[in-house]
């Protein structure tokens, strides 16, 4: 098969459009079009189960998918951060843990690719949850200023801190991670 056949797989044509709304939803959000930004959010993340859910069951699982859909994923979301915080709808103090945690563990990730022979880093429960809680803060906060709900808002206030709090725990978990990895090398060494 041809590399451009493998590259352009319908699972990741479905992930490269997620990266094409990634811009509009900045932009919507930075605009504070709160509703159209967070139905363009909820498009991109439908993209993201059919990704899934298409390489799996039609085995069309590639390489350029298993890098790309990731970055996509995190792409997304810290447009979404940026984008809220451009428009007002959250602290820029928020979007500097966020995205500060993600440069932490690339930061770690890429020393340990360049010094050591570490080659995988699986996500712990505590990024997963990370993940999970900054994608929901951002629907919250999203819906707060879309349809100014007041459970939206306390939803959005609540999430929030649980994004502060697992941005900190899964941002240290990840490094006693790498700290246990490069002392594990050091015994093996002496």
Do not use: C
């Not at 792409?75 to 602290?91: E, F, K, Q, S």
């Not at 809680?133 to 819906?143: D, E, G, L, S």
Request: overall charge positive.
């Amino acid at each position: 098969m041809v590399l451009w056949q493998r590259m352009f797989t319908i699972p990741n044509l479905f992930t490269l459009l997620r990266v094409a709304l990634i811009p509009v939803i900045f932009l919507q959000l930075s605009r504070g079009d709160y509703l159209a930004g967070g139905w363009t959010f909820g498009a991109a993340a439908f993209t993201d189960i059919l990704d899934g859910f298409l390489a799996r069951h039609f085995r069309s699982e590639s390489k350029f998918g298993q890098y790309l859909d990731p970055i996509a994923d995190k792409l997304l979301l810290t447009a979404m951060y940026v984008g809220l915080a451009r428009g007002g709808a959250i602290p820029t103090w928020i979007v500097a843990v966020v995205i500060g945690r993600d440069l932490w563990i690339l930061l770690m990730s890429a020393v340990a690719f360049l010094f050591t022979s570490f080659r995988e880093l699986k996500p712990s429960i505590w990024g997963k949850l990370s993940t999970f809680a900054q994608i929901m803060t951002a629907v919250a906060v999203t819906a707060t200023h879309a349809y100014g709900r007041p459970v939206f808002e306390l939803a959005a206030e609540a999430l929030t801190w649980a994004v502060v709090g697992l941005a900190l725990v899964s941002g240290g978990d990840y490094t006693l991670r790498g700290i246990r990895f490069l002392l594990g090398l050091r015994t093996l060494k002496n």
